[in-house]
């Protein structure tokens, strides 16, 4: 007589099986419980892969920027009454700094200036006067700013500098830091806002780079926005290239050479790819 096997609660409460079926279906069990284990294993290894292949970078940390590249040194847009222990117009820990117009920006103080001059003369204040510096250069259509050291204002047409270091007490003020003109210096933006308000100081953020002469940079950004007084002579390709090789290049669908003192276009089909840039 074949083994029979009762499966119940209770006496009352129970069915009598073939012990063949009970032993089928406990082999069937255990089958779909280790398959259960396996498939989620499975699942949680190709999720993990997805996410890690899809999941977007962190940001880029902010560019290393001096904490005073959104300051505008002492410049206010009128003069209050006293303030503190220092006389009215005046500010600083000796009270010998003069407050200047906040439409003029505090730019720094420049190495090896180049100024085209309108004019100068002699005044007791930098602005909020009628014979002041800015009220001058309020008057001229011309005057992009001016500089003012020990009295003595200049008001400026144009400005050519090497370098502008930021200081206390500045010397240069303009109604826009993008009128400096930096001699020997190429700066690109993917559009004018790039810039950083002292740009001059940074040499990288999104969609902005400064570049140094006689090295191939590569730039992750279309430039539609250049400030460049240089001397030197620009080559772009989508094709990395070295300086040696240079004097071979012509212009061609891959090559682009920017002449000074001539407009930069570029190719349409290049935006979105790696630029190469050298300026030498």
């Known amino acids: 007589m074949a083994p029979y ?17 009970v032993d089928a279906g406990i082999t069937m069990a255990i089958i779909l419980g280790i398959s259960l284990l396996i498939g989620t294993i499975v699942l949680v290894v190709l999720y993990t892969n997805h996410k ?7 940001p880029l940390p902010p560019p290393d920027m001096p904490i005073e590249i959104t300051e505008n040194t002492g410049g206010v847009p009128y003069l209050s009454s006293k303030s503190g222990v220092c006389e009215r117009g005046f500010y600083g820990p000796s009270c010998d700094r003069q407050h200047h117009d ?4 505090a730019t720094g103080a420049p190495v090896n200036a180049k100024y085209d001059v309108i004019k100068s003369f002699h005044t007791e204040s930098k602005s909020f006067s009628q014979d002041s510096c800015s009220r001058s250069c309020d008057s001229n259509p011309d005057c992009i700013g001016f500089s003012y050291e020990n009295n003595l204002c200049t008001l400026l047409r144009d400005a050519n500098v090497s370098d502008v270091e930021y200081v206390d007490d500045p010397s240069l003020y303009l109604r826009s830091s993008k009128k400096l003109k930096f001699s020997d210096r190429v700066f690109l933006g993917s559009r004018e806002s790039s ?13 902005f780079v400064q570049l140094s002469h006689n090295k191939v940079h590569i730039i992750d950004f279309f430039p539609r926005y250049m400030q460049n007084v240089s001397s030197k002579t620009g080559y772009y390709s989508t094709e990395h290239f070295r300086p040696s090789n240079v004097k071979k290049l012509r212009e061609s669908d891959q090559f682009v050479i920017h002449r000074p003192g001539t407009a930069l276009r570029l190719p349409k089909i290049w935006e979105g790819n790696k630029i190469y840039v050298l300026y030498c």
């Open 52 to 58: 890690q292949k899809f999941s977007f970078p962190p």
């Open 102 to 105: 906040s439409k003029y920006f």
């Open 195 to 207: 810039f950083p308000p002292r740009y001059w100081m940074v040499n990288s953020a999104p969609g």
């Open 5 to 21: 096997v009762t499966v119940g609660l209770s006496k009352d409460n129970s069915i009598t099986l073939h012990k063949k079926t």
